[in-house]
């Protein structure tokens, strides 16, 4: 993959779609560094909840890119999800057969 901040952020964007419509990539966020590690960093937001993380320019040109950046961004989700104080609505958890949490 190229080093397109807007290809990442659709790539980004596409993925955490796909876990939870709720999680937000900001677009604004997306910024690539060669040193002293290849890669992006990007904010992540689930309701109240922000994350500023860094992905290794390995796991975006990898052959198994798509599973790790799901991987990734689900665990990002589980991590944000402890963390928002938004008491009006449950944030549910990631996954098949879990219950919904309530922060």
Request: no cysteine; aromatic share 8%.
């Amino acid at each position: 993959m190229g080093r397109s901040e807007t290809d990442v952020y659709r790539r980004l964007r596409e993925v955490a779609r796909a876990i939870d419509p709720a999680l937000v990539v900001e677009r604004g966020s997306i910024r690539w560094v060669d040193a002293p590690y290849a890669g992006v960093y990007y904010n992540l937001v689930l309701g109240d909840a922000h994350a500023l993380l860094f992905l290794p320019a390995d796991d975006l040109e990898a052959p198994d890119a798509d599973a790790r950046l799901r991987d990734r961004l689900e665990a990002a989700r589980r991590y944000l999800a402890g963390f928002t104080t938004a008491r009006s609505a449950a944030i549910p958890a990631a996954g098949p057969g879990r219950a919904p949490r309530r922060p």
